[in-house]
């Protein structure tokens, strides 16, 4: 592997942000590398809340269908992703 290189995998990421109502807010798609489908799903969550904050909100849910991920952020690493924990400190 050469420097710059990733043997990581392409994806597309999209996060959208609503109010109590369900009512578009803002969004945003991106193109990410990750080395698996949780990694992606983490780091978009990550830039979901950064988006959130640069639009001032503060009070915020994360919806997410990866289970993984929604125990990480409340706190529950029995299942040993140790790749997303970087993802879940920023959080």
């Known amino acids: 592997m050469g420097v710059g290189k990733s043997n990581g995998r392409k994806a597309g990421v999209g996060v959208v942000i609503r109010n109590s109502l369900g009512e578009f807010l803002g969004g945003l798609a991106a193109s990410r590398v990750g080395h698996s489908a949780l990694e992606v799903e983490a780091e978009a969550a990550v830039m979901g809340l950064e988006l959130t904050a640069n639009l001032g909100y503060s009070d915020v ?5 990866s289970k993984t991920l929604v125990d990480g ?3 529950d690493i029995r299942n040993r992703a140790w790749t997303i924990r970087p993802s879940i400190e920023v959080i």
């Open 61 to 65: 849910y994360v919806e997410s269908d």
């Open 73 to 75: 952020i409340n706190g």
